[in-house]
């Protein structure tokens, strides 16, 4: 799941066998092969119009139309009411398979089913725009995904999306030239931790190294923040990350927990060949699916990648890092969704 809010700007300057796995694991493909299920035979009106006016109704009565509502209609009012009625058969035969999909998802409990989620699936011209800043989702849980197996997928792959509060990790200022998110964060957070009985696990003012980020990135239920420029790329860049995701032996992908990226445009993304400046000058611009930093952090495996859209000073990004997080320590019924 990908959120977006604020970035930041520098101020003073399963064990199934692996051969049924798809490149997200085996849960997506079966998924896929459900929706590849539904054909409607027939469908098209060119079809419809061949069929004689005693088999169209014949074929209303089978889809359980009362008879009085189509008996008195003519030939192409009864092939638009078919192709209608068919319609809603295939929709319903869809939804029927996702809600069965769902039901077999060990970490979807019984309570969290009355709070809804919002979910955006935006092309490339929409993702750069905060929708979840709008007020209509005030105080709602709202994400924002490249596509839907990026939504199922997570919830396949575990049994619990639970974080334990206590195997938070962290990386601040790494590249040691953010003094002030260094002397604030790193008190602050410690002060979060310590005074619940938590040791958590950071690393401030240097480079963590790869075995540090491969650990931490495999643990079960725990919790990575970065607060930093970018998205930490300099230190663990986006091949060493997509690269955790074959990590393991089971098909499962191997990024197993939230990441939040607190850095400049963290959760940006852009297409490679679009130009940073004056995008619209080509005369026919084609560009490939924007991509960045969260994406792959996704695509290893995390179910959820905080990530800022744009860039912002980092005293206020440091706000809204500290608040985040005390928030969600002290409402850990809460979803980083929400």
């Known amino acids: ?124 011209h929409l993702q750069r725009f905060p929708f979840e800043s709008m007020e209509m989702f005030a105080g709602k849980a709202v994400t924002r995904v490249p596509s839907l197996p990026f939504v199922f997928v997570p919830l396949m792959e575990r049994e619990s999306l639970t974080v334990e509060p206590d195997s938070i990790s962290y990386v601040l200022d790494p590249e040691s030239n953010l003094s002030e998110t260094a002397s604030n964060l790193g008190p602050a957070l410690n002060n979060l931790a310590s005074s619940r009985g938590w040791e958590w696990n950071g690393v401030i003012g240097e480079m963590p190294t790869p075995e540090f980020m491969t650990e931490i990135l495999q643990r079960e239920h725990g919790m990575f923040l970065y607060c930093g420029h970018g998205g930490g790329e300099k230190f663990f860049s986006r091949s060493q990350v997509e690269a955790i995701m074959t990590s393991r032996n089971d098909g499962v992908r191997g990024c197993r927990p939230p990441v939040v990226l607190m850095g400049c445009s963290s959760g940006k993304l852009q297409s490679v060949n679009c130009p940073k400046e004056n995008p619209t000058s080509q005369a026919y611009p084609i560009h490939y699916e924007p991509e960045g930093i969260a994406l792959s952090y996704l695509i290893a495996g995390s179910p959820c990648v905080v990530g800022n859209l744009w860039d912002v000073t980092d005293r206020d990004i440091d706000r809204y890092c500290l608040t985040l997080m005390e928030d969600f320590v002290k409402r850990q019924g809460d979803s980083l969704a929400k």
Do not use: W, Y
């Open 1 to 124: 799941t990908l959120l977006s809010e604020n970035g930041r700007l520098r101020e003073s300057s399963g064990d199934d066998d692996s051969s049924e796995c798809s490149d997200f694991g085996p849960a997506p493909a079966r998924l896929a092969s459900r929706f590849e299920q539904v054909e409607i035979e027939e469908s098209d009106t060119d079809s419809l119009k061949k069929l004689t006016v005693a088999v169209l109704k014949e074929r209303l009565k089978s889809l359980g139309v009362a008879s009085k509502v189509f008996q008195k209609m003519r030939k192409a009012d009864l092939i638009d009411l078919l192709a209608s009625e068919m319609e809603k058969e295939a929709d319903d035969f869809i939804m029927d398979d996702v809600q069965q999909t769902t039901s077999d998802m060990p970490c979807i409990e019984q309570q969290s089913l009355a709070e809804h989620c919002t979910i955006l699936i935006l092309d490339e």
